[in-house]
């Protein structure tokens, strides 16, 4: 086992390892042995760790296509991960989820959707049921800022505020809906616009920092946990790599790699390399036995594929 | 088999309200984990009668109105389900879930299977065919073709009271499956003879029903199609001799294949009867069937009823024309029999559908 | 031509003709000659044609299935809406419609939708057709409290602020969604909510009053044609007929009779009844002219039935 | 008729791609009424080239970005036509039009008719079928079934360029119209040989399209699967001497069936290739056809070829047996013109159809 020299430390060498994870699969991604599109969280790895740290045995989260980070977060299999993306069948959905729909349902994460905004409501679902059956777990839907367009944002809102279900929308905001900046995109404030529900919401402007969004979520969470109904954190973050895809697209005009240099001067990961170093290896091995584990893992058989339909 | 129909009141038979009151009732009596939801599932009307009280009897937390958010509820619906809970959501237009076809289709439907069988979504979505009078484009629809194209989704259309009790006891009870059902607004006050026991049920609650043997001609329908069929084939045999077989499609979703082209091998002759537009619908669905099996069992074309391919007009004489009616579909029997539009056969007098069925009356 | 002492008598005018409309409605309904549910607006009159007095030709207005006092306040066809409620082919629709789908796209009245919010996001289309093709005319969305719920409420007030489009949203709140009351429906305030996406946003309590209403919207108008960018109006109002149908239902304990006397104790249509009076005879005589032109005309052919399908 | 395929790079070929941009790019020209809305239009990507540029050229109060709220875009959609302009609305993946099935079937398809007339509505949805690699369950749909089985919608699935420049040119003209259409993603990279002139174009551009005589067998074939189909029967006349008559249905809510009936009558033999599921679907809906007009024409049961009844799995080997392929065709189509399965005949080696079709490689 890893010792941790402290709780900063211990969600550190957490994204760290989504980091050093997603890097891996950027490079082998041109091999075709992943095939399926990956939308890769580089750069987003403190929120998805910040946020998991305080979740309990229980506790459930929804994802979106963009949840390699969540679901290592919650404590998903990083092997049936990689299977997944290799489409085995020892994947975390036998190979028929692939990247966008990754789900570790055994460590609460329940799943994630690559329509857009879809698992929101589904997040709710799952907090009325957790309040009506006094399960004293509370739901975590994970979203980016572009989902809130959607009209069954509101509709979500709306619903768990009435109902004071213990859901806390947790918007990962990286400015950009693939490659359109909020501003063309929407014309209300995030917090003010889950304010108007009756909604406590916070903002997280260091996103790079786990422990800021740690303390956010721990916050919520608690107040969550004593039934003061739904909250919403706004988390600003920033996306290194192309909306899809392993490459870098800094150089296509709809972003400056000046803010992409600004949010790296940020970055613990980078900036504390040093430190961090000690983990390196082992994150290295266990990234390696992953792969290792996929590539040597069979395909699914034939008859899974009318398996599990209805 | 041959569960017989009575459109009358009597207090021995039961309608198919108080069988949609008495499942939704026993569900929520029977198991903590259902909730039933909706706009207005608690109000007075509750559904049309079918959830009235229940709000009082079983408590605000477990029968509960909602906000207008169809698509949104339909997600809380399936989350819930994810969490533990059986939900049963109601519609009171089935209008209304074509708000709810991503949720529906991109979520509900899939949810198993695009995460390798790691979860089941137990739930019932239960819809209102709107046919009464005057209810236009946007109450009439009869969407079931559009659920069943997906792989996923359970689709029924129960015809009558025992079709009710039948699959919602053990859908509810099984909690397995996904389930949206199309419920006809028509049949709400329509009596039905209870059958005597529960083993005179005598099939899968998924499955197809045959409600009348007959060696002449076989009708597929859906809903109060086979009321309607029901209702041709007494006309035809005392008028005519001519024996018509009719098999309650019920779950549009998984038909039984056995049964219909079994039904087709034996009569030659069929017809489709659905709630719905042909093409692309139950009509299309029962033809494929048949071909792909074997089209030379057909003696004669197929005829296909259902509602004109238009959106739906209010005026009631357009709406006759527009809505199958017992008048065409024992025409199209008697043509199909005798091999000739020139049957000769006598045709029931009737008024339109809404006026046979309908007991309430004014606004819906 | 009937003359008015001013604006405010004419606009009375106008709401007691709708009034009495509906009443008749109501009085013949039982007769089946109308084959069609009705929603009437028995109570919010005032707001229809206190809305509709300030547009102006080109101007556009999409209602919902309870309509009968906007088509009539825009200045559709009385006879037109009759027969399309008895189904006949002289009906604005030539009987396609029925009393939910009213529509007289000559004076500016485009529709109306039994699909609760759905005609929402069309109005915004017809404003931003109005606006890119610099027409000048503004476009009012007329809508319930419960269709505020519905997500593409969200997504209309959104985009029409983030293109300025010249729309009024016009929410006619009767504090009713069927027999739901709105505190167990929502958990936002109207106003606040649209002014979160940056829409300026007026509240009309005295929706009874006819000339309360038009300042309100006089004012919007302005604005929009000015190209301000849109505008929210709320006026309360109090349907006194039941949801649906021509019945009254404060017996059956949804709502309270006492409220519904309150309502009544600011009708002008009631309390100005004897000066109304005059108006009486020659509006109960354009209402038995409509009647009997209804009557009288023809069925739709049955050709009509796959007419103008696509 | 029988306008020839090439999947090959030249510069005197048109790509699906070049033929959307281009009738995206003339519309704007030709009519200032004309706009392109859709999430992405106007950036570097453009729709997969089919929009690039053109924010540039026509401005950006024609050719905008708009936000994630596909129903309530489809409204605007709507309303701006009604209102004087021409939409033209995009969606990246057919699968999102899903959240706008509210929009386009319960106001579009009936806005026309539910107010008797007085308006139309001209308006175009491009939407793309998703299938590239692992695009899973919510990116590879293809739902033609369900919008064509709503009365007022217009739905066309091009399967080349020919019938996009054709289609699209005329229905912009004429405007009167709304048209839902399903263009396939792996076919943007494919060439095409261009007509020599417009008038090589023979049919409406509503019609079915006749792309390849045949005496042996009927294939009726939507989008990519016509191109599959007609690389199959180049592959069995050259192998085995059977010749296949190719039906592109091209628009799947006016199939051409005099043109289908006949070839059926001829042939004898059927087969029905969609990029859907058979249920309820182009399969279903051919049947139909043939059985309410002469099902004795058939000589063999019909067979019918689409996706595996279930949603879309991401893994390669499952994705291989899910989505129909050109061996499996051949098979089916020697098979059915030899009355055997073991017809001996040799069928074409080939990797899956993603890899045939695709010259891009990555994500999308
Ligand atoms: C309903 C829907 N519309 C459009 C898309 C295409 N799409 C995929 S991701 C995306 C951007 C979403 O942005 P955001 O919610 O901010 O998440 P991010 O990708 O930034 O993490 C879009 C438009 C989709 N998948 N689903
Ligand atoms: C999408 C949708 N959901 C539900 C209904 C059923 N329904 C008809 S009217 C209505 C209430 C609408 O309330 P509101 O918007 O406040 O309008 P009001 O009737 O009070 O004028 C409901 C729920 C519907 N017609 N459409
Ligand atoms: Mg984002
Ligand atoms: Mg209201």
Redesign the interface.
């Known amino acids: 086992m890893t010792t941790f020299a402290d709780e900063r430390e211990r969600l550190l060498y957490q994204a760290l390892r989504i980091r050093r994870v997603e890097e891996h699969i950027a490079r082998i991604?041109?091999s075709?042995c992943?095939?399926?599109?990956?939308h890769l969280s580089l750069g987003q790895e403190a929120v998805a760790v910040g946020a998991c740290a305080p979740l309990r045995a229980g506790d459930?989260v929804?994802g979106t296509y963009r949840s390699h980070a969540f679901y290592l977060a919650c404590g998903g299999s990083l092997r049936e991960m990689m299977a997944e993306l290799f489409?085995?069948a020892t994947?975390?959905?036998?190979?028929?989820?692939?990247?966008?729909?990754l789900?570790a349902?055994e460590v609460g994460f329940?799943?994630s959707?690559?329509?857009?905004?879809?698992?929101?409501?589904?997040?709710?679902?799952?907090?009325?049921?957790?309040q009506?059956?006094g399960?004293g777990a509370i739901?975590l839907a994970v979203f980016g800022d572009?989902?809130t367009?959607?009209?069954?944002?509101?509709?979500?809102?709306?619903?768990a505020?009435?109902h004071r279900l213990p859901v806390l929308f947790l918007c990962e905001n990286n400015g950009l809906?693939?490659?359109?900046h909020r501003a063309?995109?929407?014309?209300?404030?995030l917090m003010?616009?889950a304010r108007?529900?009756?909604?406590t919401a916070e903002h997280c402007a260091s996103g790079f920092d786990p422990m800021a969004v740690r303390a956010l979520v721990e916050m919520a969470a608690q107040a969550l946990r004593a039934g003061a109904g739904p909250r919403f954190i706004e988390c600003a973050t920033y996306r290194y790599a192309e909306h899809?895809?392993?490459g870098d697209d800094h150089d296509?005009?709809?972003r400056s790699p000046a803010d992409c240099a600004a949010w790296r001067a940020h970055d613990p990961l980078i900036l504390e390399a040093a430190r961090l170093e000690r983990f390196e290896a082992a994150i290295a091995a266990e990234i390696a036995d992953a792969v290792t584990f996929a590539a040597a893992s069979p395909?699914?058989e034939?008859d899974?594929?009318?398996?599990?339909?209805? | 088999m041959g569960l017989a129909y009575r459109i009358e009141e009597s207090a021995t038979l039961v309608t198919y309200r108080d069988a949609l009151w008495r499942t939704m009732h026993d569900a929520l009596a029977r198991d903590p984990?259902v909730?039933v939801m909706g706009q207005g599932v608690d109000d007075h009307k509750g559904i049309f009668g079918s959830t009235t009280g229940l709000a009082t009897t079983f408590g605000a937390?477990?029968v509960f109105d909602?906000?207008l958010?169809e698509?949104?509820?339909?997600?809380?619906?399936?989350?819930?389900?994810?969490?533990?809970?059986y939900?049963i959501q109601t519609h009171i237009r089935c209008d209304f879930a074509l708000l709810a076809v991503?949720?529906l289709v991109?979520?509900v439907?899939k949810?198993?299977?695009?995460?390798?069988?790691?979860?089941r979504v137990p739930m019932l979505v239960r819809t209102v065919i709107g046919r009464s009078w005057g209810q236009g484009a946007q109450h009439s629809q009869s969407p079931q073709a559009l659920f069943a194209h997906v792989?996923?989704?359970?689709v029924v259309l129960p015809s009558a009271a025992d079709s009710i009790t039948a699959t919602y006891d053990a859908l509810i009870g099984e909690k397995q499956?996904?389930v949206i059902s199309f419920e006809h607004r028509l049949l709400y006050d329509v009596a039905f003879r209870a059958p005597a026991s529960a083993p005179e049920w005598p099939l899968a609650p998924l499955g197809s029903i045959l409600r009348r043997r007959g060696r002449d001609v076989t009708v597929v329908a859906t809903s109060i199609l086979v009321l309607e069929a029901l209702r041709a084939a007494e006309h035809l045999a005392r008028t005519a001799g001519i024996e018509v077989e009719v098999i309650d499609l019920h779950c549009a979703?998984h038909p039984d294949r056995e049964m219909i082209l079994g039904s087709v091998a034996r009569t030659g002759r069929l017809i489709v009867a659905d709630t719905s537009w042909c093409a692309y619908g139950v009509a299309a669905e029962i033809c494929r069937l048949v071909c792909e099996h074997d089209p030379s069992a057909l003696r004669a074309p197929v005829t296909t009823i259902g509602m004109a391919p238009a959106p739906c007009p209010t005026a009631k004489t357009l709406e006759d024309l527009f809505y199958p009616s017992l008048r065409r579909l024992s025409d199209e029997i008697a043509a199909l029999a005798r091999g000739t539009r020139q049957h000769g056969i006598e045709l029931p007098a009737e008024a339109s559908m809404a006026d046979v069925y309908k007991k309430f009356k004014g606004p819906f």
């Open positions: 991604y041109p075709d992943i095939q399926s599109p990956v459930r929804f489409g085995k994947g975390c959905a036998g190979g028929k989820a692939g990247s966008m729909h789900t349902p329940m799943g959707s690559a329509v857009v905004a879809s698992t929101i409501p589904n997040a709710v679902g799952a907090a009325l049921a957790a009506r059956l399960t739901t572009g989902a367009e959607e009209g069954v944002y509101h509709e979500s809102l709306n619903f505020a009435l809906a693939v490659h359109s063309s995109r929407q014309s209300y404030d003010h616009h108007g529900f009756g909604i899809v895809g392993i296509v005009g709809y395909w699914p034939p899974a594929l009318l398996r599990d339909v209805a | 984990s909730i937390t477990r909602v906000p958010a698509d949104g509820m339909t997600g809380v619906a399936l989350g819930a389900a994810l969490g533990g809970l939900p991503n949720q991109n979520m439907a949810y198993r299977y695009m995460f390798g069988g790691r979860f792989p996923g989704l359970v499956v996904p979703s």
